[in-house]
């Protein structure tokens, strides 16, 4: 492969790599100037300055590294964009990394199955493999499918001369995560049976390795998969032992059938457990949460690594990195130490997600390990945020609706949706609140004529106080907009409105007899402002957008319902008691605001992240709860705020 345009790159002294701040064994053996430089400082200056030299010495050892870290995918393809290649370049990107691909064949699969495959000739992959060493540098890979024992002779063979060639120019190690692909969930084989035993011959070439557990099975050649978890970890651990590399170990074979891999993982709210039978739960309550705990094992020859580099570098690595020692492993919780071997095994604690969707995790989570690591310090820690992430995945793959198998994750679960609005969200999510309203004591007496005046004057009141502090937030709003159109429409909705309905209230009151003067705030009010408040506050721009809504849209939802169920019953308006507030409901112009508030929530909500998008969806919701609340106060009288 031609080495040009690395060599510049090598040649610098600070060409420290994104991978390279993670501090790999190899690369930190390598630095024999850190090396100096770290004895000196562990023999003269206090901790606090150690570390201020180990910040000022990872800037300038990263001044020219790029921005992303580059990760390579050697994989198949699958045209429905659940697994191989594509999968592997959405969980890239979902990382924040920059991904190469380099496809071992092409497969015709979705979520139901492997219908055929065709393997690129080794030629030509290595052609593809080629082409990206020679043209960038990898910080780290995912190895996946590889289908036949001449593709995998292919990629070990070209694997081992990109590792010799970096060795030899003093570049950085790239992280090798490989996942063993065997067989997909739908049972179809993805390697043929003569190449299970080649395969075993690239995985001592890895960091790490993700086998599944009939992956594991075949690993160590036993009959049948194992049937219990720690049957899975036993078999993990001969796995690691064996090659000399990190098992990560996977439990979604276990999550699938409905069974439960662990007792001690901390409780969260899930989904009740699909094929509960089969499962055992954890804690106590009524609805105990089921657990789907993955395992990192870390063989005694790959700590001995790890402490060698340490003593290399006397202790001190040149980035912000290090990698785990000993100590560090034995030291956390859900680590556990073996006497005879010094194997550790630790606990990835995750929730069961209870879910068919699940094509692909393997394969994304390789992924996400080769492009976490160049962000995190160790194996460990990547691990975790890998498991992390792969959780979210799962539980919003079922909003992804394609095919009609195992479904896809979702890769841009931390993104907002964007098949539906905020508004189509919101609107559906509310549809109990909206019936509850239409069919409250309130509304419904209203319409019949048999709401009691005093009932309504009390509702009035609390109207005339909620909308006075209401335009104050509206003209927050303005204040706090972040473009000139919704500076105005907030500053006009504030002034115009609000004031033109509370001088309505007014004459009501003063045509029923009823003193038009301000009365003391209800405890139902009180908390409609709080919430509102509270979220104007300590919330953003978007949020206070979103908190304010659904006074506008419920409102004018609830007027054209009440106008249609006038029609329908053909009141006569002229005579009815509550004739002017049923028209009052009827005027449409109204809507016209309502249509500018959706629209400034749904800008709001597609340009901000996923965080934005939920915690602007709450606000809304529980503003939601408080309207009904709040119509619902005429009949109900809550008690007054002293
Ligand atoms: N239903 C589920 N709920 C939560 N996590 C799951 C579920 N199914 C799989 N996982 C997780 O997905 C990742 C991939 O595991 P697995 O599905 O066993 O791999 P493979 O696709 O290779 O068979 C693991 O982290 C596993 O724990
Ligand atoms: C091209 C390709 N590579 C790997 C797999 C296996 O993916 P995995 O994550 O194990 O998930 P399933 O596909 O088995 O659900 C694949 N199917 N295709």
């Not at 990872?58 to 870290?69: F, I, K, L, S």
């Not at 080649?198 to 070439?205: A, G």
């Not at 992390?388 to 995945?393: F, P």
């Amino acid at each position: 492969m031609a080495q040009a345009s690395q060599d510049s790159q090598a040649s610098s002294s600070s060409s420290y790599s994104l991978s390279a701040s993670a501090a790999s064994s190899e690369s930190c053996a390598d630095r024999a100037d850190s090396a100096t430089a770290a004895s000196f400082a562990s023999a003269h200056l206090d901790e606090a300055t150690r570390t201020v030299l180990r910040y000022q010495a990872h800037a300038d050892a990263t001044a020219d590294a790029p921005t992303r870290a580059r990760v390579l995918s050697i994989e198949g393809s699958d045209p429905i964009g659940g697994a191989g290649t594509m999968a592997d370049m959405k969980a890239f990107t979902a990382h924040g990394v920059f991904g190469y691909a380099a496809m071992t064949c092409v497969c015709a699969q979705n979520t139901q199955g492997v219908t055929d495959i065709v393997n690129m000739e080794p030629a030509f992959l290595r052609a593809q493999l080629d082409s990206v060493a020679d043209d960038g540098r990898i910080d780290s890979m995912k190895i996946g499918m590889l289908g036949t024992s001449q593709i995998v002779d292919c990629v070990r063979d070209w694997l081992q001369a990109l590792l010799d060639d970096y060795a030899r120019r003093g570049l950085p190690r790239p992280w090798v995560v490989i996942d063993p692909v065997m067989y997909a969930k739908s049972g179809d084989s993805l390697l043929t049976p003569d190449a299970e035993e080649e395969l075993r011959t690239i995985l001592p070439l890895a960091d790490i390795i993700t086998p599944n557990v009939p992956e594991l099975a075949a690993l160590v050649h036993a009959d049948a998969a194992p049937t219990t978890w720690d049957g899975a970890v036993l078999m993990a651990r001969r796995v690691a032992e064996e090659l000399g590399v990190i098992v990560y170990a996977k439990a979604g074979m276990f999550a699938l059938s409905g069974a439960e891999n662990s007792d001690d993982s901390p409780a969260v709210a899930g989904p009740a457990p699909a094929g509960a039978d089969a499962a055992r739960t954890r804690g106590t309550g009524a609805n105990p949460a089921p657990a789907c705990d993955d395992a990192l094992i870390i063989p005694a020859a790959v700590l001995d690594r790890l402490a060698d580099a340490e003593k290399a570098t006397g202790g001190i690595v040149v980035n912000s990195a290090p990698a785990p020692t000993r100590t560090d492993l034995a030291s956390r919780p859900g680590t556990a130490a073996d006497a005879d071997t010094a194997t550790r095994v630790i606990t990835l604690p995750g929730r069961r997600v209870a879910t068919v969707n699940v094509h692909g995790t393997g394969d994304s989570l390789s992924a996400s390990l080769a492009a976490l690591r160049p962000q995190y310090a160790s194996w460990e820690e990547t691990a975790r945020a890998a498991k992390d992430w792969m959780t979210g995945a799962i539980a919003a793959a079922d909003g992804l609706h394609v095919g009609h198998g195992h479904g896809p994750i979702d890769f841009m679960w931390m993104a907002p949706p964007t098949a539906r609005t905020f508004t189509d969200d919101y609107w559906t999510q509310v549809r109990g609140v909206r019936e509850r309203i239409r069919e409250m004591p309130f509304i419904q007496r209203m319409l019949d004529g048999t709401l009691d005046l005093l009932d309504f004057s009390f509702y009035l009141h609390q109207d005339d106080l909620y909308l006075t502090d209401y335009s104050s937030l509206l003209a927050l709003a303005s204040v706090r907009a972040d473009t000139l159109h919704d500076r105005t429409f907030f500053a006009h909705a504030a002034a115009g409105g609000v004031d033109a309905e509370v001088s309505f209230h007014g004459q009501w009151f003063v045509e029923h007899g009823f003193s038009p003067e301000p009365q003391t705030m209800s405890t139902v009010t009180a908390a409609y402002i709080g919430h509102e408040h509270r979220v104007a506050d300590s919330g953003s721009y978007a949020q206070l957008a979103a908190v304010v809504m659904p006074c506008f849209w419920l409102y004018g939802a609830i007027g054209l319902d009440i106008m249609k169920q006038a029609a329908d019953r053909r009141l006569d308006l002229d005579s009815h008691p509550y004739g002017a507030w049923i028209r009052q409901y009827s005027d449409t112009s109204f809507n016209t605001s309502v249509a500018r508030e959706l629209a400034v929530c749904n800008r709001l909500a597609r340009e901000g992240s996923r965080a934005n998008y939920d915690a602007m969806m709450d606000a809304a919701l529980i503003s939601s709860e408080h309207e009904y609340l709040f119509f619902n106060q005429g009949i109900d009288r809550p008690a007054l705020v002293r």
